[in-house]
């Protein structure tokens, strides 16, 4: 549907950070009678997500159209420079494409923008109320555009707005505590915000389904390698996604007749099997040496590594990142720039023919920045890696037994992101049938909401294209 001229109609995003279509459209939908309603009279699909499928840079590829590598984001944190030590947090000023909310603002529409990440610190954006997202540091910062619109954020959720839960701890009554307080008072501020503002189109992020899935998926994951029945917390999923329902279904009522309403997320989740040591396994595959062997378990940037001798290291998370110690790049390079082609074609053979720990294939993943993307902008590495589809988590620290861990090594983590999230369209003033949707990507969301606000959607090398079944639905 395209927005006419005079139109009254409006359209709201509900984000929902890690939510897999198996989940939320599948087990739990019966339990969920507000998103069932928008499934079976809206549009629904499965969103693929982006490379690398992390919340950054993952939303600002929803919300520009353009891939990882033209954004020059490839996760939270990134290595600066050539540094063998540095690196920085992503935040909102290292996002220089132009958003759908910045894009709409040039046609004169006013927009709420709740939370997207990276959304600290706020940006200054004509027509728009905008409230920044998880990375910001406190309540003390100025964390509203325009910034006097603080003291109403903190009115609407009681004095006490909260951006993010401590999730990596074992305290799981603490974290589930913290969970839904901060999910009631995002949908309260939401709530304000909608009904207290003028806007043309209204997006808002929840980060609270992803610090669930991380902190709780034994639990309540049957087929989690750590799952024991009868737990306390097996029907946490249920009891948290049947909250959020309510709340969706009062915030699409706060929104009126007049709103198309998109219901989507940046990635899925599934249970983590294991992390994989990949320095450890650099250093035994000849490519990272010590001058001193770690003293316990220590990051790598702390480790005493003789940089003479070594050809390449990595950073853990959900996938590897994997640098070269390249002569005339790095400060102690060793490798010739004109071999770096065939050393980066050496180490993928090597990464492709990892075993698990059972013996068995690990189907890895390994990708070039410059060939995944076409122009890879920014601080990148040199190569991606995906351990076993993802399913393992890439281990940056040192000094352990094993290659193979069956614990994050940087805190308590029960779940890996999948590439595969949520699409639903839901329009109350018309039944659409429950249609599904085939061939979604992330980078179509943004050419398709400008194309419903009849938005010149740009000819810049964007990635997404317009879809086409929900302009003429």
């Given at each position: 549907m395209v927005l006419q001229s005079g139109d009254d109609r409006k359209v709201a995003v509900i984000g929902l950070d890690s939510v897999p279509p198996e989940y939320m459209f599948s087990k739990l939908l019966s339990k969920l009678p507000n998103i069932k309603r928008m499934y079976e009279r809206g549009l629904h699909g499965t969103l693929v997500s982006c490379d690398p499928p992390i919340t950054v840079p993952a939303w600002m590829v929803m919300m520009t159209g353009k891939n990882p590598g033209k954004l020059g984001i490839y996760g939270f944190r990134h290595r600066k420079g050539h540094s063998y030590k540095d690196g920085y947090i992503v935040n909102s000023m290292h996002v220089k494409e132009e958003t759908v909310w910045q894009a709409l603002a040039r046609k004169g529409k006013r927009s709420i923008v709740l939370g997207v990440p990276p959304g600290y610190p706020p940006r200054s954006v004509q027509n728009c109320n905008i409230v920044s997202c998880f990375i910001t540091p406190s309540m003390d910062k100025v964390f509203t555009y325009p910034a006097e619109l603080k003291s109403e954020i903190l009115a609407s959720s009681n004095g006490e707005y909260i951006f993010d839960v401590t999730f990596r701890t074992e305290n799981r009554d603490a974290i589930k505590k913290e969970l839904f307080e901060m999910t009631e008072k995002r949908f309260d501020v939401a709530e304000y915000l909608a009904k207290n503002k003028p806007w043309d189109f209204f997006i808002m992020h929840e980060i609270g389904f992803d610090r669930l899935h991380h902190a709780f998926?034994?639990?309540?994951?049957?087929?989690?390698?750590?799952?024991?029945?009868?737990?306390?917390?097996?029907?946490?999923?249920?009891?948290?996604?049947?909250?959020?329902?309510?709340?969706?279904?009062?915030?699409?009522?706060?929104?009126?007749?007049?709103?198309?309403?998109?219901?989507?997320?940046?990635?899925?989740?599934?249970?983590?099997?294991?992390?994989?040591?990949?320095?450890?396994?650099?250093?035994?595959?000849?490519?990272?040496?010590?001058?001193?062997?770690?003293?316990?378990?220590?990051?790598?940037?702390?480790?005493?590594?003789?940089?003479?001798?070594?050809?390449?290291?990595?950073?853990?998370?959900?996938?590897?990142?994997?640098?070269?110690?390249?002569?005339?790049?790095?400060?102690?390079?060793?490798?010739?720039?004109?071999?770096?082609?065939?050393?980066?074609?050496?180490?993928?053979?090597?990464?492709?023919?990892?075993?698990?720990?059972?013996?068995?294939?690990?189907?890895?993943?390994?990708?070039?920045?410059?060939?995944?993307?076409?122009?890879?902008?920014?601080?990148?590495?040199?190569?991606?890696?995906?351990?076993?589809?993802?399913?393992?988590?890439?281990?940056?620290?040192?000094?352990?037994?094993?290659?193979?861990?069956?614990?994050?090594?940087?805190?308590?983590?029960?779940?890996?992101?999948?590439?595969?999230?949520?699409?639903?369209?839901?329009?109350?003033?018309?039944?659409?049938?429950?249609?599904?949707?085939?061939?979604?990507?992330?980078?179509?969301?943004?050419?398709?909401?400008?194309?419903?606000?009849?938005?010149?959607?740009?000819?810049?090398?964007?990635?997404?294209?317009?879809?086409?079944?929900?302009?003429?639905?």
């Open positions: 998926w034994k639990f309540f994951d049957p087929t989690h390698p750590k799952y024991v029945a009868g737990n306390q917390y097996e029907h946490l999923d249920e009891e948290y996604y049947e909250m959020v329902d309510q709340r969706i279904g009062k915030l699409v009522d706060s929104f009126g007749e007049d709103c198309i309403t998109f219901v989507v997320s940046d990635h899925g989740s599934k249970g983590m099997r294991g992390a994989f040591c990949v320095n450890q396994w650099l250093q035994k595959e000849g490519y990272l040496s010590f001058k001193t062997p770690p003293s316990g378990i220590v990051d790598i940037e702390k480790a005493d590594i003789d940089w003479a001798k070594t050809k390449a290291w990595g950073w853990g998370g959900y996938y590897a990142r994997i640098f070269f110690n390249v002569k005339g790049r790095e400060p102690n390079g060793i490798i010739d720039p004109k071999d770096l082609p065939r050393e980066e074609k050496m180490l993928e053979e090597k990464f492709n023919s990892i075993r698990d720990d059972k013996g068995k294939k690990m189907n890895n993943l390994v990708f070039e920045p410059d060939k995944l993307y076409g122009t890879a902008l920014g601080d990148k590495p040199d190569l991606m890696v995906y351990f076993g589809d993802l399913d393992w988590r890439s281990a940056g620290t040192v000094g352990h037994d094993s290659l193979y861990l069956f614990e994050n090594d940087t805190g308590p983590d029960d779940s890996v992101h999948s590439m595969n999230g949520i699409f639903l369209m839901y329009d109350p003033k018309r039944n659409l049938g429950g249609k599904e949707l085939h061939n979604l990507n992330i980078e179509d969301i943004a050419p398709t909401l400008l194309e419903m606000y009849g938005a010149n959607v740009p000819n810049d090398g964007i990635d997404g294209k317009v879809l086409e079944e929900v302009i003429n639905a």
